[in-house]
């Protein structure tokens, strides 16, 4: 079955770095796109940045362009998310998500927590 599972969340000072990692299983990970979500305590979930199959193509939300980057392996079947410049604004329960034949799968979730 479809798996995601995130990894690389932690706590870290204004201004520093993260990288964020989604090791996917169970699918064709080469055919789909990946996104990179985020929720906030007492917000909704938003999108953050996404990838397309191939890579060639990437979108951001405007509160991270500059800032964070996304990035796949397609032979290790993994996405990425480099966080740079990070600020308390960014501190959130981050999810890696496929959207397979119309099903959107999730990973648990790994915190990121920015202190000013």
Do not use: H
């Given at each position: ?41 007492g917000k909704e ?15 951001y939300a405007d ?14 079947m993994t996405v ?37």
């Open positions: 079955q479809v798996q995601l599972v995130e990894s690389g969340g932690g706590l870290v000072q204004a201004g520093g770095s993260l990288r964020l990692s989604c090791a996917a299983s169970g699918f064709t990970f080469s055919t789909y796109a990946m996104t990179w979500f985020r929720q906030a305590p979930r938003e999108l953050v940045a996404s990838i397309s199959s191939t890579g060639s193509v990437t979108i509160s991270v362009k500059g800032r964070f980057i996304i990035s796949r392996d397609n032979d290790k990425s998310l480099q966080m740079n410049s990070l600020k308390p604004e960014d501190t959130a329960l981050y999810y890696c998500n496929a959207q397979v034949f119309s099903v959107a799968y999730w990973g648990q979730g790994t915190q990121v927590t920015v202190s000013s």
